[in-house]
């Protein structure tokens, strides 16, 4: 059983920055792909960005392309998104979640765990 924990959402200001950060626990870090997931109010939860379990592939929503970066320290089990130049656009749940194998997708339905979610506020 694979349990996911999301930390480092807050309430920032256009332009500004945050890391989140997603502590595994359960399995074998290394060994799976994590993603992350956003959902914002009223809407329909999409990719943000995935990465592979070596670290070495990764995956982005093209919303997000060179505005957040995901990667992954196996050593300490925990997935982190860096997200520069928010807009209030940005606004929403992310949850990091794992698909159990090694392959990063982007279809939510190849994921099995999910984390809580972390709010992240962007004002404008």
């Known amino acids: 059983q694979v349990q996911l924990v999301e930390s480092g959402g807050g309430l920032v200001q256009a332009g500004g920055s945050l890391r989140l950060s997603c502590a595994a626990s359960g399995g074998t870090f290394s060994s799976y792909a994590m993603g992350w997931f956003r959902q914002a109010p009223g809407k329909e939860r999409t990719f943000v960005a995935s990465?592979?379990?070596?670290?070495?592939?990764?995956s982005y929503a093209d919303s997000v392309k060179g505005q957040f970066t995901i990667y992954r320290d196996n050593g300490k089990n925990t997935l982190f998104l860096q997200m520069n130049s928010l807009k209030p656009e940005d606004s929403a749940v992310y949850y990091c979640a794992t698909p159990v194998s090694s392959f990063p997708h982007r279809l939510q339905n190849e994921y099995e765990y999910w984390g809580q979610g972390t709010q992240v506020t962007v004002s404008s």
């Open positions: 990465i592979s379990g070596s670290g070495r592939l990764t």
